[in-house]
């Protein structure tokens, strides 16, 4: 079995019963990939700084940050530098042979760069320029198995590698893969780091376990009696979807990319339980199955069908 394991960067998480419980599993003969967020250290760290964390609201009302050129400097600085460290140097203290990488190394993370962002604000719409953030296309996922088949632990963090537009298209005129290193397209992004997980955890066909500073996912976010178990339908998982709010909306987001990827299942539950991984994976939290997908086999085939016809 392999697990992807993301921590969480909020101040309420403890990451320690977390790493504790990678190291029973590693003994264990499982293969854990670790990855950890850390937007709270990056925001204290901008503030030490004497600079202001930038937020914005897309169209779509999710929120999210805008990473300006200065802001990607400290997040390069706190994310594969001072927290990837910490937690590499810990997991060493439990006994894990853990390698610390970020999602730039050997093309681990990869995609395209968004220089300009769509944000709403004041009611009005309006485009951000100068921003470095990315979504992941593809994992190497070569390189993650090279290092769990050599009895190593991988830890992992954004930023990832981001191509430049005018990279891209000179890829696609040329149609080389390796035009991007050799024009200099390339440019270290910031990406969401529950979403990189939930690339990884499909790339691996693994199981994805997210540790939160909440139990799951309620269906009342200020009641925790109200958590959802499990969904394995889409009816179920519209409920999820539903009572998903504030950042519980982009792990439910992540959850299904991770899901449509080929994630074997997904669980969301808190870091600061007992035994915190093996818990999510013995029913605790709230677990999302594929199931929550649909038939996605029969409407892919539907869709051929209708497509060998025309």
Do not use: C, W
């Amino acid at each position: 079995m392999t697990v992807v394991v993301k921590i969480g960067g909020a101040r309420a998480v403890d990451p320690e019963g977390a790493l504790a419980d990678v190291a029973s599993l590693v003994e264990d003969g499982e293969d854990v990939v670790l990855t950890h967020g850390g937007s709270t250290a990056v925001d204290e760290t901008l503030e030490d700084l004497g600079q202001d964390p930038t937020y914005v609201e897309t169209p779509g009302g999710v929120v999210g940050r805008f990473t300006d050129e200065d802001t990607m400097n400290v997040f390069k600085m706190v994310m594969p530098g001072k927290l990837n460290t910490d937690l590499v140097e810990s997991l060493h203290n439990e006994g894990v042979n853990a390698v610390g990488l970020s999602g730039t190394d050997g093309k681990l993370l990869e995609g395209k760069r968004k220089s300009a962002v769509r944000v709403k604000e004041d009611g009005r719409k309006k485009i951000l320029r100068g921003d470095h953030s990315g979504t992941i296309e593809s994992v190497n996922a070569d390189l993650l198995e090279t290092i769990l088949a050599g009895g190593y632990t991988p830890v992992v963090s954004v930023p990832v590698l981001g191509r430049e537009k005018e990279s891209a298209e000179r890829r696609s005129a040329d149609n080389s893969s390796e035009q991007g290193s050799r024009d200099g397209g390339y440019t270290a992004v910031n990406a969401d780091a529950d979403r990189a997980a939930a690339a990884i955890a499909g790339a691996l066909e693994a199981h994805l376990v997210v540790l939160t500073d909440v139990s799951g996912i309620y269906e009342d976010p200020d009641d925790e009696s109200t958590k959802i178990d499990a969904a394995a339908t889409p009816e179920a998982f519209e409920t999820v979807k539903t009572a998903a709010e504030g950042f519980m909306t982009k792990k439910v987001m992540a959850a299904e990319e991770a899901l449509e990827g080929g994630a074997t299942s997904v669980t969301v539950a808190s870091a600061n339980a007992d035994d915190p991984i093996t818990s999510a994976l013995a029913g605790e939290g709230t677990t999302l199955e594929p199931g929550v997908l649909g038939d996605t086999e029969t409407a892919d085939a539907d869709t051929t069908a209708t497509e060998a016809t025309q």
